[in-house]
């Protein structure tokens, strides 16, 4: 019974309360939505939610210092 309130304060943790909006001019847009069909993007938030995140995410790695730099 305890594990069930631990997991309910750990995915309270992950909730997403942060809210960020940003605009697309037309071809920007255009090219979003024809990749959202020909890919059958079902969840579009996800979608770039995830995409920014890798973006992210990889030039946090090929920033970060190497043993021999």
């Known amino acids: 019974m305890g594990n069930k309130k631990q997991e309910s304060?750990?995915?309270?943790n992950k909730l997403r309360k942060h809210k960020h909006l940003f605009m697309l001019n037309?071809?920007?847009n255009k090219a979003l939505n024809r990749y959202?069909?020909?890919y059958n993007?079902?969840?579009k938030s996800k979608f770039i939610r995830?995409?920014?995140m890798q973006a992210i995410?990889?030039?946090?790695?090929e920033d970060a210092p190497t043993l021999f730099d």
């Open 50 to 52: 995830e995409t920014l």
């Open 9 to 12: 304060s750990l995915s309270r």
């Open 36 to 38: 959202i069909n020909q």
């Open 26 to 28: 037309d071809a920007e």
């Open 57 to 61: 995410l990889r030039r946090f790695e």
């Open 41 to 43: 993007v079902s969840n």
